[in-house]
């Protein structure tokens, strides 16, 4: 495959498993930087006042988080629990990895619903990733990227043509861990479904649709 520049030419030979690697790698990366830099600190207005706290006073503050979309704080807790991390360092470390699968899915989006080459889709996921905007929500708003890489990767699924039950199996599991990660996302998830359905009159949508509204 060739990319062609007024002066130059460049050949990309990576398979789509090995471009998505290679866009998760980029995204650690860029999300690693500024925690790097600014260790032992954590960075994020949320992190510090939100994440953290919830997450060491997980089980004296359940009544409370329980009524918050608490998944993704679960998912933290956990993750600490099972690792023996302290919560910065599982907050943290989560994070990072989430900036990671975002990029994926954006890459997949690209190639699956917009039938994009590899080398589009990689440019289409970093390009993405290195926006200010991206960038800022990346460092506060943990919960939110997590339920944004889990709706693309619904799409991303969705935009696949002759899928079977086990594709349909995990698509209605992140359809489900979209809608109950983030209210805001599950909104803006329910309509796009809802958008998509009666766009395309596919039942595998219609299904997902209805799952994810009646969630």
């Known amino acids: 495959m060739w990319i062609r520049f007024p002066f130059l030419k460049l050949r990309f030979h990576a398979s789509e498993k090995q471009a998505a690697v290679i866009v998760f790698v980029i995204c650690i990366a860029l999300r690693a930087i500024p925690e790097i830099a600014a260790y032992p600190h954590p960075i994020g207005y949320d992190v510090v006042n939100y994440?953290?706290?919830k997450v060491v006073n997980f089980q004296e503050e359940w009544s409370a988080i329980s009524?918050?979309?608490p998944l993704y704080v679960t998912f933290l807790y956990s993750l600490g629990t099972a690792f023996g991390l302290p919560?910065?360092?599982a907050v943290t470390s989560l994070a990072v990895a989430m900036a990671g699968i975002f990029?994926?899915?954006l890459f997949y989006l690209g190639r699956s619903l917009f039938n994009l080459r590899i080398?589009?889709?990689v440019f289409l996921a970093t390009f993405t990733v290195f926006q200010m905007a991206v960038l800022r929500t990346f460092w506060d708003l943990h919960r939110d990227v997590f339920a944004l890489a889990a709706m693309l990767f619904v799409f991303s699924l969705l935009g696949r043509k002759n899928t079977g039950w086990k594709v349909l199996s995990i698509t209605l599991a992140l359809t489900a861990v979209t809608v109950a990660a983030d209210r805001m996302i599950g909104a803006?998830?329910?309509v796009s479904l809802a958008a998509y359905m009666i766009i395309t009159r596919r039942k595998d949508v219609a299904l997902t649709?209805?799952?994810a509204?009646?969630?």
């Open 209 to 211: 649709a209805i799952f």
């Open 213 to 215: 509204i009646g969630m």
């Open 119 to 121: 080398i589009q889709g």
């Open 87 to 89: 919560a910065p360092s």
């Open 67 to 69: 009524k918050q979309f």
């Open 103 to 105: 990029g994926v899915s």
């Open 51 to 53: 994440y953290i706290p």
């Open 188 to 190: 803006l998830f329910c």
